[in-house]
């Protein structure tokens, strides 16, 4: 299986180091020209646990890709807001037999992928696997995680497909499931994101901060509330107290209470855009459409947006 990383960042260093270590085909593709350069010349050197690892593997700039480059499997791994035109900039990868996997956090990009995958070659998922940077080709990639996925489309092959991705990822250690319940637990997910990423990121505290300030606990109820609301209205059952205890579990200084969400990362540590439109933002364009009131979800849309250009995000 011809596997082909698109956004070779944190994640797609990850993805990348660990099915390469595991034997598989794989080859990334990038827009930052330092990462390229970077990897092309010197492989990807991570702190993996702890270790220094090293793997060379080949990566192509998103301008330069070899036009004889066909994939089995395309991984997406760009930040939400990117997948668009790096979708655009790829599709020469892309046959009428190319799965895609798309582990992106945040909801709603089956529309984006329609454009460029025949909907029976969708496979969708989140992961708990985490990774950071801490240069080019310097993939710092910590603790322990899994891939949750599934086919979209109906048919036997679509699941026959889908199983195939599953091995191969659970074959390079990324112990991978295929779950039937996979929009439960995007939505469970989106819990956390809509609440401790903008949240974090408007307010500048980190999760536990957030956590004890009692006045938060109404605006973190309010939005979890409408997310719940749009996901049974999308036929997802959910029970709104488990999600209001699932997102407390953020708070806990001596696991994950100390550290500031991606989002805020992003935006107040390193002036980028964020990807708040596929979170609160997705919550609030699906609440439109269903009927369903989500103003906490617009609100926190519009104030992240607002710091970001206050910012001059890029
Ligand atoms: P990142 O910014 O480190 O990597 C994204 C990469 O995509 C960058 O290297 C960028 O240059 C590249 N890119 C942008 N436009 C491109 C284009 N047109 N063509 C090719 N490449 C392009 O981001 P990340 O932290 O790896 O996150 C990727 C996704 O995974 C995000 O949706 C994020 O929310 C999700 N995620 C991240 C983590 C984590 O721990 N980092 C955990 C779970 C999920």
Redesign the pocket.
């Known amino acids: 299986m011809k596997i082909v990383i698109?956004?070779?960042?944190?994640?797609?260093c990850r993805f990348g180091l660990m099915l390469k270590k595991a034997g598989k085909d794989v080859t990334l593709?990038?827009?930052?020209d330092k990462?390229v350069e970077e990897i092309s010349k010197n492989g990807i050197n991570a702190n993996y646990n702890g270790e220094e690892v090293h793997v060379d593997i080949p990566i192509y700039h998103?301008k330069a890709v070899d036009p004889s480059l066909k994939a089995d499997l395309v991984i997406i791994?760009?930040?939400?807001m990117?997948l668009e035109?790096?979708l655009e900039?790829?599709k020469s990868i892309v046959t009428d037999s190319t799965q895609v996997l798309c582990?992106?956090?945040?909801i709603g990009y089956e529309d984006i992928l329609r454009k460029y995958f025949d909907g029976e070659h969708i496979i969708i998922g989140?992961?708990m696997?985490?990774?950071?940077?801490e240069g080019p080709g310097h993939p710092k990639l910590f603790g322990n995680g899994y891939v949750n996925m599934l086919n979209l489309g109906k048919s036997d092959k679509a699941v026959e497909g889908a199983q195939e991705v599953v091995k191969a990822l659970d074959e390079g250690g990324l112990n991978a499931i295929y779950e039937k319940g996979i929009f439960f637990l995007i939505y469970k997910k989106i819990c956390v994101n809509a609440t401790m990423n903008g949240l974090c990121t408007i307010l500048e505290a980190n999760m536990a901060d957030l956590g004890e300030a009692k006045a938060s606990d109404h605006i973190v109820r309010n939005i979890v509330s409408e997310v719940v609301d749009v996901a049974r209205a999308e036929g997802v059952e959910m029970n709104k107290e488990e999600m209001y205890q699932h997102v407390y579990e953020c708070y806990n200084r001596e696991t994950i209470g100390a550290h500031f969400p991606?989002m805020y990362q992003d935006l107040v540590k390193n002036n980028r855009l964020t990807?708040i439109d596929y979170i609160n933002g997705a919550i609030a364009a699906k609440g439109e459409k269903l009927g369903i009131p989500t103003p906490y979800n617009h609100f926190l849309t519009a104030l992240v947006h607002t710091k970001e250009q206050i910012l001059g995000a890029k």
Do not use: P, R
Not at 103 to 106: A, D, E
């Open positions: 698109v956004g070779a960042g944190a994640m797609g593709i990038d827009s930052w990462q998103q791994f760009t930040k939400a990117q035109q790096a900039d790829t582990l992106m956090n945040g989140n992961t696997w985490t990774a950071g940077l991606s990807e």
